[in-house]
């Protein structure tokens, strides 16, 4: 139906934006939502995924985002404190 109200199609099992192959080629493998922590091994290995396991360091993240990047929390009480922390945090009230 959407092809036919748009007029045209995408193939998404082939790759045409990305410049790094690696990157590209992981992005085919995450379409498939299999074997999620080897993809995300493979995004950490890549630098693109970065853990931050104590109160300081998750404290500096907070306090040093910058418009365009992305935090992600685990729990409720985190995105409390971060919103507390940081007053363009997305789910802080405006």
């Not at 139906?1 to 934006?17: N, P, S, V």
């Not at 939502?33 to 950490?44: H, K």
Request: proline share 3%; glycine share 4%.
């Amino acid at each position: 139906m959407a092809a036919q109200i748009r007029g045209r199609t995408y193939d998404m099992t082939e790759l045409h934006r990305f410049a790094d192959t690696k990157y590209a080629a992981l992005t085919l493998v995450m379409r498939d939502r299999e074997n999620p922590g080897a993809v995300f091994d493979r995004l950490a290995a890549m630098n693109l995924v970065t853990l931050h396991a104590d109160d300081a360091a998750r404290e500096y993240v907070t306090a040093h985002a910058r418009k365009g990047e992305v935090t992600t929390v685990a729990t409720n009480d985190e995105s409390r404190r971060a919103e507390r922390a940081h007053p363009c945090w997305p789910g802080r009230a405006r």
